[in-house]
C-alpha cells in the first residue's frame, strides 16, 4: 500500500505535531507558565520540588497526546507515561512532607476524596496493567470527510485500528475510491472544504468522553490536591491550569485535497498495470 505521509494539509502532518491552530499548549498559572518565582513568597516549589515536578510531568504527557493524536503508537505510549506520573504525585507529596507534624493525618483525610474518585482509581488499575501485564489499547474509531473548520461536516464511520495511524484511514479510503465513488465528496471541487479524518480515542469505562479529555480531568484533580497542600503548608492556593486546544480541533486532521487525488491517480495506475494494461 502506498504512503501517505505527503499528503497532510498542514503542520498536522509532521510526526509528532498535530497542531493547525497557534494554541499555546502550556502549563499555566493565572495564564503563564509556572516558574519558581511564579510561586507565593514561601516558594512552594523549594518545599517540594519533586512532587511539583510530577504533577507537570503529568501535565506535559497530556499535552503530548494532543500533539500526537493521530499517531497510534506515539499517542498509546504517551497514555503509558501519563498514567505512570498520575499516580506518582501523590506517592511523592507523601515522601516529600512524611516528617512534617500533623501533615500524614491532614493529608490522609484530603487524599481519601481522590483516591476513591471513579476516574483516578481507573486510571491506576490500568498504570497497574501496562506496568506489570500488557499494553494499554484504547478503542478508537472515526470519520472520513470533509471539514469546513467547525468540525467534520460530511463523513462517512470507519472503524481505526488503535495501532494505526489516522492516515491509514483515509489511505484505506482512497483505495476504495480508485474503483468506486467518492461516497463523501473528498476529492471533489469546493474550495471552502478540505477533506479530513476526525478521530476519536475512547476506554471502555468511560466511552461517552475522549481518552485525552478525561487525562486532563484527572490531571486537575492531582492538580487541587496539590493546591490544598500549598495551603497546608502556609501558601496562598495555586491555581493551576492545563491549558489545551478545545478537543473537537484536535481530533480532526485535515488534508491537501490535491495531493490525495494525485495519490488515488497513482493507485488507479498501479492497478491497471497489474491488470496487464499499459502505461
Known amino acids: 500500500m502506498r504512503s501517505i505521509h505527503a499528503l497532510q494539509r498542514t503542520a498536522a502532518g509532521h510526526r509528532g505535531c498535530n497542531r493547525r491552530v497557534s494554541w499555546p499548549p502550556s ?5 503563564y507558565s509556572v516558574p519558581a518565582d511564579a510561586m507565593s513568597d514561601k516558594c512552594l516549589i523549594e ?10 510531568e503529568a501535565g506535559f504527557h497530556v499535552r503530548q497526546m494532543d500533539e500526537v493524536f493521530h499517531f497510534a503508537d506515539e499517542f498509546r505510549w504517551s497514555l503509558n507515561c501519563f498514567l505512570r506520573a498520575l499516580k506518582e504525585v501523590p506517592q511523592i507529596i507523601r515522601m516529600e512532607l512524611q516528617y512534617k507534624v500533623g501533615f500524614k493525618a491532614w493529608f490522609d483525610g484530603r487524599y481519601e476524596a481522590v483516591r476513591t474518585d471513579a476516574l483516578i482509581q481507573y486510571f491506576g488499575k490500568q498504570r497497574d496493567g501496562v ?6 489499547k484504547p478503542a478508537s474509531s472515526g470519520f472520513v470527510g470533509i471539514t469546513e473548520g ?4 460530511l463523513g462517512i464511520g470507519v472503524p481505526i485500528d488503535p495501532l494505526q495511524d489516522s492516515d491509514i484511514a483515509m489511505q484505506k479510503y482512497l483505495h476504495f475510491c480508485a474503483g468506486h465513488d467518492d461516497l463523501m465528496g473528498v476529492l471533489g ?11 476519536t480515542w475512547k476506554l471502555d469505562q468511560f466511552p461517552d468522553e475522549d481518552v485525552t479529555d478525561l487525562a486532563a480531568r484527572a490531571w ?21 491550569k492545563l491549558s489545551r ?4 480541533w484536535i481530533r480532526i486532521k485535515m488534508y491537501d485535497r490535491e495531493k490525495l487525488r ?11 498495470k497489474a491488470d496487464g494494461g499499459t502505461e
Not at 245 to 248: I, L, M, Q, V
Open 27 to 31: 502549563l499555566s498559572l493565572d495564564g
Open 47 to 56: 518545599q517540594i520540588p519533586s512532587s511539583i515536578d510530577r504533577l507537570l
Open 131 to 136: 506496568v506489570h501485564k500488557q499494553m494499554l
Open 150 to 153: 467547525r468540525g467534520i461536516k
Open 189 to 199: 471541487d469546493d474550495e471552502e472544504s478540505l477533506p479530513c479524518i476526525e478521530r
Open 220 to 240: 486537575q484533580k492531582m492538580a487541587d490536591l496539590m493546591s490544598d497542600v500549598a495551603v497546608w503548608l502556609g501558601n496562598e492556593p495555586i491555581p493551576f
Open 245 to 248: 486546544a478545545p478537543t473537537k
Open 262 to 272: 494525485e495519490y488515488v491517480q497513482a493507485v488507479k495506475d498501479d492497478l491497471r
